[in-house]
Each structure stands twice: as structure tokens, then as C-alpha cells.
């Protein structure tokens, strides 16, 4: 029987409360949103914080709300909600491409957004997704409200910027004209953790031209995005070739470890091969939304 | 710590350390062992319950942090002698073998129904697809769920879905659709 450590829990009534609790209990206190990864890491005593704060309560976290040319996601957003979101899937399809395929429609009821990033793993969807889209991450603290890019949140495997008394509250991603977007993953099965998946975002100029790219990759050994493959693809046309070197240049950049989910050279296959497919799909949705 | 939830309709209130898990609270502290206790890696689904009506993993649920919300579990299906239409489809349609997995898949197919009362296989398929059955009855599971949608009231428990369903083979239909999932994934 997997049972956690004892600790003490409290339910946050607000976010000022909830920095208040993360002041008072320091360092050996934890927050827990949907509690999958915190839970099943407590239960197999990878963690034993002393304290639980419970933000579930802090329905002003859940929240997708569309202000002038960025789209807010509140950090307690579950994964379902995102999933089911018309708004998030016409402006941003590689959202609903990531997320139809985390983990279970169970396990996605509870997972929130925030706590997918704040856990950091490398397998984890949503970073290469919010890195793809130019994502902000608003964190809150003693001191106030900080905005930091994705490329400053994150700080390598199971670590973030978020300090200790601080709390994410939001993702913020900007809207932009001609845009389109998309995510791929291999798994074995349902709810396995990723062998490995890419992510693209294009924004087409008026002539068709690709205006601006990011590509990036999950469980490739690959923090942020393919800087190169980005340098490749601006100012082009869209085509084949140019997907085909972009996946080369994504295969050759990554740095993947042989695991049971396969070895280093199938895992480089597949960033080259899901960078060519998402690649793909994301300059055809954005050539639909220019035709819109 | 002191916890209050509603549990199938009734108000429990208990005194719970704080790491009690909401399957071992439901089984040990309420005595109701419907709800099954599996992989506790939130892998598997047996545990599954509905909390505010939505399916969660309850190995990976603390009870405190259930307090204050309203729980479903199997004992919570039927109204008195009545089945629910899904526990009813089960039956008719065999969707359980060894039955450990079948409290968790039937609160999901509730879940489910409820929220889409006209699902297509790979709906039903997509629903269950965090659950495991070690039978692997998959095929009349999914006949089970697409039972209890046919009949959303219950009862004429001579009807079968082949008949419901347009008289087509669903079982065929089954084996092609596991088929290209098989291609896809390959």
C-alpha cells in the first residue's frame, strides 16, 4: 500500500492567503492543484513535504479569458477544460492536439495547466506547447507580480522560476493574425509518458511567406526551442523541403537518453519525424485562418 | 483533521489523518468496498468515483481534499431494487468477466452517458481508455455502455444491442476498429 508521509494540510481561501500559508510554512511546504504527479511522488516518498497547501478552492485561478491580443489561462485551468475549449482550439489547435493526448480523461479532470508546469517533468506536453506559442508565465510572491517568458521559467528538469513563497497564477498567449499550430506524441499506450512528440507554431506574412516559427520538442533532451529550424524557416514559402530540413536540424539538435521507450537513434527519428508532420499541419492551419 | 463530504446522497463527517487517501477512506472508514483499490498509481481506473458528478482516480485524491464536494460511488447506482441502466447493460451484455475493473468503468460510462447520452464507439472507447480491464472485455464493455444508452430508462431487459443498434455486428466493427488503431499506432 502506497500511502504519503505524514504532513499537515490546509486549504488556501485565496491567493493572498496562499502566500501568506507559503510564507509562514517555508520551505518544507508544497501547493497541490490536481495532485497527480505531487501525490504519486509523495506516496512513493520522492517527496514528503510537511505541509500541503490545497489551492483547489481558488476558483479565481480557473479562468480562459480572451483580453485584446493575448488569450489568459488562469493556472488552475484543468486539463479537461482546455480540451474542451472552442475558443482555445480555433485560435490555438496545438493546445487541443497536446491535450487530447496527456495522460488519461480521467487523470484530466483533475491535472491543472499551472501544476503541469510547475512539475517540470520532461516529458510533460504543455511546456513545449507554451514554449511553441511565445507563452508568459505571471507569478505572484511577497513582492508582487512578475511576467516571465518560458525560455526564463523554466530551469531544467522539476525545477521552474517559481520561488518557494511564490505562486503561477497565469499563462498569458498572444494572439496573432495568420496563425496556426500543432503537436504530435508517440506513447505506447494511454497515459504512458511520451517516447517522444513536437510542437510547432507558425504566423504566415500576408504573402504567404513564413513571418515567424518555433519548433520544440518533449522527452527529446531538448530545453526550449530549435533555435535553428526557426532561423531555416522565416522568410520562406512553405513546403516540403523545407519541413524535411527542418526536421533534420531538430533530429540533430536534440539530445535524447536510450530508455525502455526506445533508443537514441528511434528517438532522433521521431524528432525529425514529427517535426516534418507538425510543421506541416501547423502551416496548413495557418494558410485555413488566412483564407478565413 | 475533521472532513464533511456527501457520499451517494448521505452527509458523512469523520475525523481523518491528513493523508488518507479517498479510496482507503471510502473502503476502511465508510465500508463501502464497491469501489476497488488497484494499481494505486493512478494507472489502472478501478478506483475511479465521481466527484461533482466527474470521474476522478481516487487512489490520487486525498479524502481531505474531497471534503466540502459530493461523491458517487457504485453502492450509489441504483435507486433502491432499480438498476441503473449502465449497471443493467453489464448484465445484458456481459461487460463484466472477473469484475474488479467494473465499478470504476460503470461510474465512468455514468459520467459519460450523462454528459453525452448518444456516445459512438470510439467515444465510449475514449472515455475508458484511462481504465484498465485485465480481462480485457473491452468489446462488451463498450456493448454495455452502448446498452444503457439505448435505454435510458432501463428496463426491457430482452432487448440486446445488436437489435438496438440497427441489427449491425458491432463485435465486427470492434475487431475492425482495434484493426486500424493497431495500423495508426504502428
Keep these: 500500500m502506497q500511502i504519503p ?58 479562468f480562459i479569458l480572451r483580453d485584446g491580443d493575448k488569450l489568459r489561462v488562469g493556472a488552475l485551468t484543468r486539463h479537461t477544460t482546455l480540451l474542451e475549449s472552442d475558443e482555445i482550439a480555433a485560435l490555438f489547435p496545438i493546445v487541443r492536439d497536446a491535450e487530447a493526448v496527456i495522460a488519461d480523461p480521467v487523470v484530466r479532470n483533475r491535472g491543472t495547466i499551472g501544476g503541469s508546469l510547475c512539475q517540470a517533468d520532461p516529458a510533460e506536453d504543455l511546456s513545449t506547447v507554451c514554449d511553441v506559442l511565445g507563452a508568459e508565465a505571471v507569478i505572484r510572491g511577497p513582492a508582487g507580480e512578475r511576467i516571465l517568458a518560458m525560455a526564463d521559467f523554466h530551469r531544467g528538469p522539476y525545477e521552474t522560476a517559481v520561488g518557494q513563497d511564490e505562486l503561477l497564477c497565469e499563462l498569458r498567449f498572444p494572439i496573432r493574425p495568420r496563425a496556426g499550430s500543432a503537436y504530435e506524441k508517440v506513447e505506447r499506450r494511454v497515459g504512458d509518458w511520451a517516447v517522444g512528440a513536437a510542437g510547432a507554431s507558425v504566423t504566415l506574412a500576408a504573402d504567404g511567406t513564413i513571418a515567424d516559427a518555433a519548433v520544440g520538442l518533449t522527452a527529446l533532451g531538448l530545453a526550449h526551442t530549435v533555435a535553428e529550424a526557426a532561423g531555416l524557416l522565416r522568410g520562406q514559402q512553405p513546403r516540403e523541403e523545407l519541413f ?6 531538430a533530429a540533430a539538435a536534440c539530445d535524447p537518453v536510450a530508455d ?11 524528432a525529425d519525424e514529427l517535426t516534418r508532420r507538425v510543421l506541416r499541419q501547423a502551416c496548413a492551419r495557418a494558410a485555413r485562418t488566412q483564407e478565413g | 483533521m475533521q472532513i464533511n463530504m456527501t457520499v451517494n446522497g448521505n452527509e458523512v463527517t469523520s ?28 494507472n489502472c481506473g478501478t478506483c475511479v468515483v465521481l466527484m461533482d458528478g466527474q470521474p476522478v482516480k481516487s487512489c490520487t485524491v486525498l479524502a481531505a481534499m474531497a471534503a466540502g464536494h459530493d461523491i458517487r460511488t457504485v453502492e450509489g447506482l441504483a435507486s433502491g431494487a432499480t438498476l441503473d441502466p449502465v449497471q443493467q447493460g453489464f448484465m445484458e451484455e456481459h461487460g463484466l468477466q472477473c469484475g474488479f475493473c467494473t465499478p470504476g468503468m460503470m461510474l465512468t460510462a455514468r459520467a459519460l452517458l450523462d454528459k453525452n447520452p448518444h456516445p459512438d464507439t470510439t467515444e465510449i472507447r475514449k472515455a ?46 470492434d475487431i475492425a476498429a482495434e484493426t486500424q488503431d493497431a495500423e495508426v499506432k504502428s
Design chain 1, 5 to 62: 508521509a505524514p504532513f499537515d494540510y490546509v486549504r488556501a481561501t485565496s491567493v493572498d492567503n496562499a502566500l501568506e500559508l507559503l510564507s509562514r510554512h517555508g520551505a518544507e511546504s508544497r501547493v497541490i492543484a490536481g495532485g497527480h504527479s505531487l501525490l504519486p511522488m509523495m506516496k512513493l516518498r520522492l517527496s514528503r513535504p510537511e505541509w500541503l497547501i490545497d489551492i483547489n478552492d481558488l476558483y479565481e485561478l480557473d
Design chain 1, 244 to 249: 524535411v530540413e527542418a526536421g533534420r536540424l
Design chain 1, 260 to 270: 525502455q521507450r526506445g533508443p537514441i537513434d528511434y528517438k532522433r527519428h521521431l
Design chain 2, 15 to 42: 475525523d481523518i489523518e491528513p493523508r488518507v487517501l479517498l479510496v482507503h477512506y471510502i473502503r476502511e472508514v465508510l465500508g463501502l468496498t464497491g469501489t476497488h483499490w488497484g494499481c494505486d498509481t493512478s
Design chain 2, 128 to 173: 475508458i481508455s484511462g481504465q484498465i480491464c485485465r480481462c480485457t472485455g473491452y468489446a462488451t464493455i463498450v456493448r454495455s455502455v452502448q446498452w444503457a444508452a439505448a435505454h435510458p430508462a432501463g428496463g426491457d431487459t430482452d432487448a440486446t444491442v445488436d437489435e438496438v443498434i440497427d441489427g449491425t455486428d458491432t463485435a465486427v466493427e
